[in-house]
């Protein structure tokens, strides 16, 4: 059993490693044409540094609100109401249910949020966190160390990030 977590821990880094590595953009090589004013500019044009090294995403808040529902082809669904103004968590409802697996349910009540930049950050019990981020057209909602969340507890080790798509609400 302690050989399937620690699996699944290292798992879980490198999983946390390639999403984190997604918010990262390299810029275009310079060019020698002249450049749009820094006021045209969108964000994602000035994010990496003339040499080409890696920059982080510009610090912003997000707002994203919805309910939606989601069923994917292994038969995994779920339900959600998000609601998120300004990177202040006013909502947080969300059911996943894995088919012979078990259920997890994440509801704002049983959290207190911890901060909200770069990424938004909610802590409950026994250290589980739900984080949500904004990368591109899409708000991510990820869950760590909940297995009190779920029942059976090791439903926990099933979940995936919940995708939400900023522009219809549609989740995933």
Known sequence: MTALRASTARIAAGLAVAVLAG???????PSTAPSAPAAEQQPSEV???PSGRL???????????TECRFRDETGNSGKATVDVLNSKVRALSVELTMPKRGTCRYDLANFHQTQALPSVELEGPRDCRVRLWEQGE?????????HSMCSPSSAHDYVWPLLIDKNTGKCD
Request: proline share 10%; aromatic share 6%; with cysteine.
């Open 23 to 29: 918010c990262s953009v390299v810029a275009p090589r």
């Open 47 to 49: 994010l990496a540094a």
């Open 55 to 65: 920059k982080p995403m510009p610090l912003r808040t997000f707002t994203v609100a």
């Open 138 to 146: 899409q708000i991510t909602v990820a869950f760590a160390s909940c």
